[in-house]
């Protein structure tokens, strides 16, 4: 129920064509490493809240225990439906770092020859463009299957928080716990979208300048 999948960091990998390119590599790059820093702390935050919940009884609530467990299907689901989003951008991006692999042979190959050197970069550049495109697309999809997704957590974040406030089993401490939790998984949900939407901005200005080189 708790844990965040994390984002490829797969497409820095290439080697930049420019100091403009170079530096949009680095920001998504920066980008990457605070989504990966915010699910972990978010992460560990939420265990201890879990675990806290637990101890004050959340586990034996009869009203309680059916709401976090259809929070529980939910978050699974949409992990399944996010790795399934992964997938289908792999094989996109696995044909495109192909034929990037490709292109970087053909310069080897054409060293020397300045006109097909020039063509072979021109060339190199534009499938790095479509790498970025397919990478934007991929994210895209993950952030829509995560707002679609987040919007019914919500509700289950809401419907737990007014069940325990109305549960006369449920101790002062319980409904506490049950508030910091909900409050706690909010954030997170929030966080978490606005930093692949920071993601998904850095990505398209590096695809953008890439292009711009591809101009060049």
């Known amino acids: 129920m708790i844990l965040e999948t994390l984002e490829s960091r797969r497409l820095l990998s290439v080697s930049p064509v420019s100091l403009q390119v170079a ?96 063509t072979d970069h021109q060339k190199l550049v534009s499938d790095q463009v479509q790498l970025q495109t397919d990478e934007i697309t991929g994210l895209d999809t993950r952030i829509t299957t995560r707002q679609n997704d987040y919007n019914t957590l919500s509700s289950d974040i809401s419907a737990i928080v007014t069940a325990a406030q109305n549960d006369p089993n449920a101790s002062s401490k319980l409904q506490a716990d049950v508030t910091t939790f909900a409050t706690d998984r909010t954030n997170i949900l929030n966080t978490i979208s606005s930093d692949l939407t920071t993601i998904e901005t850095a990505r398209t200005k590096l695809q953008s300048d890439l292009a711009a080189e591809e101009g060049t």
């Open 23 to 118: 530096a949009d590599r680095l920001a998504v790059r920066a980008d990457l490493l605070k989504f990966r820093v915010d699910v972990f702390s978010d992460s560990a935050k939420l265990l201890t809240d879990v675990q806290t919940l637990k101890a004050d009884g959340a586990k034996h609530d009869s009203t309680l225990l059916p709401l976090f467990n259809q929070l529980h299907t939910e978050v699974k689901s949409m992990h399944k439906q996010l790795a399934a989003d992964r997938l289908n951008e792999a094989v996109n991006v696995l044909k495109d770092d192909a034929t990037i692999l490709l292109d970087r042979a053909k310069i080897l190959i054409d060293k020397g020859n300045t006109s097909a050197e020039q």
